[in-house]
């Protein structure tokens, strides 16, 4: 299975910018269905965005302010955040799995291989 590391957390201002990063290691991830998830705490993770053969995917929720996008040749799924706010603080998650997938994929069972998550603190 592909492993996964995510990096690019850290604290901003709301309002303010960031993007996320997901390394694949051992496994090409274009052979991958992906995902961002987030779990703030004391809550259930949630999904932000999925990419697959079917293209990206967001819930209703959440479009407008998160793009996700993968860079084969970097091996590396990215999720640009944009306007961000206090409430976006949260472990952010990249989760994966190795199906030749189409249409949204939002729960956290249709993924097995996840990364070890990145803080993002949006502070007011």
């Known amino acids: 299975q592909v492993q996964l590391k995510e990096s690019g957390g850290g604290s901003v201002q709301a309002g303010g910018s960031g993007r996320l990063s997901c390394v694949g290691f051992?496994?090409?991830?274009?052979?991958?269905?992906l995902a961002w998830f987030r779990q703030p705490p004391g809550k259930e993770r949630e999904v932000i965005a999925a990419i697959n053969n079917g293209g990206t995917y967001y819930p209703d929720s959440l479009k407008g302010r998160f793009t996700i996008s993968r860079e084969n040749a970097e091996n590396t799924l990215y999720l640009q955040m944009n306007s961000l706010k206090p409430e976006d603080t949260a472990m952010y998650y990249c989760?994966?799995?190795?199906?030749?997938?189409?249409?949204?994929?939002?729960?956290?069972?249709?993924?097995?291989?996840w990364g070890q998550g990145t803080q993002v603190t949006v502070s007011s």
């Open positions: 989760a994966a799995i190795r199906l030749n997938c189409f249409g949204p994929r939002f729960r956290a069972r249709d993924y097995n291989v």
């Open positions: 051992e496994y090409s991830i274009s052979e991958y269905c």
